[in-house]
């Protein structure tokens, strides 16, 4: 497995080109199979996450092509066709490896009438139940069964019929899967509570693209009038609002200054606002966004919420960041049960911090010091890094799998912005 060797202390400074969004890119991908035509996707990070999508998909019947990337370049294109759908069955060995799997249930459902996935269960971070996917369904109509670790949803008559649905806890999936079983429905739906993440807009936005009649595209209702079908369409994922957050805070951490190009300011209020409250100053120009530090950091009190509030993926690098502040820093973190798994190892470098159910106190400290630390999950692993990056002597992240599901090359971009930083492999 690899690690992650970092020797803290750098000020990092230069630009680090955002790539494709990894949560825009898994909504995204199974619209291929919505249509017979070819679906082309461009701007595709090139991430684990990314690669087991397309292996499911090639499971049921897509077929994939990936262009070349040329040197130095980052993001991809990829074609994909689902002439027919070879299987209606999301097996439970590639589930298992990502819950995003999920996000087959509703075209697949759409498409074919018919769609049996295994139940995802739950992660790192917590239960994580499909429950609102399957409530948002059944208002379209569809007869859910639950048997053997698998959940199987069939369309009465072979199609879906419109129907209303409000969200009783927001959900980013759930919304997801509703919208791409709602567009070949017959006829009329409608989401209330539906989830204004920009992924979703993104999502509508590529819909529409291919035929569908979506309204209220970044409010919380949507309103979806059902075609007879939907037809092929090349488009770009919308760049990665939590890696731009992510590297934000490296430069806030190691008091440097990062333009990050590509990145849109209008995904990113929440955080802009809290790297401004920390003393970050930010500003926006044609290529994207720039956050400057001047190595003092004022402490914060950040509530997780859903869009437009702060974002949950934002928890744990703004602690490793604030565990720098001069002064006492409050987070609440109210979407996800265990998404604190990060604490134990950042307090072995050094970091005081208090946990009291899903509240955090972070007693900002003089400085980290380098050890070896285990990555537990995608958001976590992000905060070691940086915390690595502002490190005296050296940090070693193990378990860096969890990392490459999300961020794209990141030592890297790292790199060239001035970290002393190396992938090594440890057979
Ligand atoms: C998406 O997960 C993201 N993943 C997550 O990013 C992100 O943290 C999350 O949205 C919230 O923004 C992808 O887009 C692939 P939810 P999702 O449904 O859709 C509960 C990352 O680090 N819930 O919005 O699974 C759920 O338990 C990942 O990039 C139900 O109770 O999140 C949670 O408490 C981590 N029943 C809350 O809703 C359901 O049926 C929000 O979950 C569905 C969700």
Redesign the pocket.
Known sequence: MDSIWIQGGKRLEGKIPISGA??AA??LLPCALLTEDKLTLGNLPRLADVDSFGHLLNQLGVSTMVEGVRRGEYGRRMTLHAADIASTVAPYDMVRKM??SILVLGPMLARAGEATVSLPGGCA?????????LQALECLGAEIELAAGYVKATAPKGRLAGGDYSFP??????TENALMAAVLARGRSQLFNA?R?P?IADLCNLLVAMGARIEGIGSSHLIVEGVEGLHGATYDVMPDR?EAGSYACAAGITGGCIELVGARPGDMCSIVNALCHAGLMVEFNDHGVKVTADGKLKPLALTTA?FPGF???MQAQFMAMLSLAEGDSFLEET???NRYMHVPELRRMGADVEIRGRSALVHGVEKLTGASVMATD??ASMSLVLAGLAAEAETEVLRVYHLDR?YERLEEKLSAVGAAIERRSSG
């Open positions: 990894k949560n898994l909504a819950r995003a971070i917590g239960d994580r139940p499909i429950d609102l996917h806890v927001v959900s980013v999936g759930a989830a993440e992924e939590i859903p974002a949950t993926d979407i996800f049960e995608l958001r999300g």
